[in-house]
């Protein structure tokens, strides 16, 4: 009886290790990286999101200098937005402040600024791990 269920454990431990290698890819992390640009010109301010709606996983990066971002992410299908900075508002009376997009930041149209609306995607892999977005009017 006891080898037998010792030939059951080692037998259940290999299936689970195999089963863990195969799925490697999804549970692998990978630098992303790129650029977004407003018809050519590098978009410095604001925040790129990526969401994963079949994971629940939902990652951001600040735009830097250049229009650069870089933020780590599991290998999947992404929708991606990307919103302005948001700046916090004075309250009035009994309303506490706000967030809104900076109105001064002009190129992120707003169509961008929701997953929904973006068009925009990506599809993170183990070979696939730079993106860049040029935004149009």
């Given at each position: 009886m006891r080898a037998r269920t010792s030939s059951l454990l080692l037998t259940f431990s290999i299936s689970f290790v195999l089963a863990?290698?195969?799925?490697?890819?999804?549970?692998?992390?990978?630098?992303?990286?790129?650029?977004?640009?407003?018809?050519?010109?590098?978009?410095?301010?604001?925040?790129?999101?990526?969401?994963?709606?079949?994971?629940?996983?939902?990652?951001?990066?600040?735009?830097?200098?250049?229009?650069?971002?870089?933020?780590?992410?599991?290998?999947?299908?992404?929708?991606v937005s990307i919103a302005p900075p948001l700046i916090e508002t004075k309250g009035t009376g009994d309303s506490p402040p706000d967030k809104i997009p900076d109105p001064a930041v002009k190129n992120i149209p707003k169509k961008y600024w929701r997953q929904e609306s973006s068009g925009l995607a990506a599809q993170v892999a183990k070979d696939k791990k730079a993106f860049d977005f040029d935004l149009k009017p």
């Open positions: 863990a290698c195969n799925s490697g890819d999804k549970l692998a992390r990978y630098r992303v990286t790129g650029k977004v640009t407003y018809q050519g010109q590098p978009v410095e301010q604001g925040e790129i999101t990526f969401e994963d709606p079949t994971a629940g996983q939902v990652n951001s990066s600040p735009l830097r200098s250049g229009g650069g971002y870089s933020l780590e992410l599991p290998a999947g299908d992404y929708r």
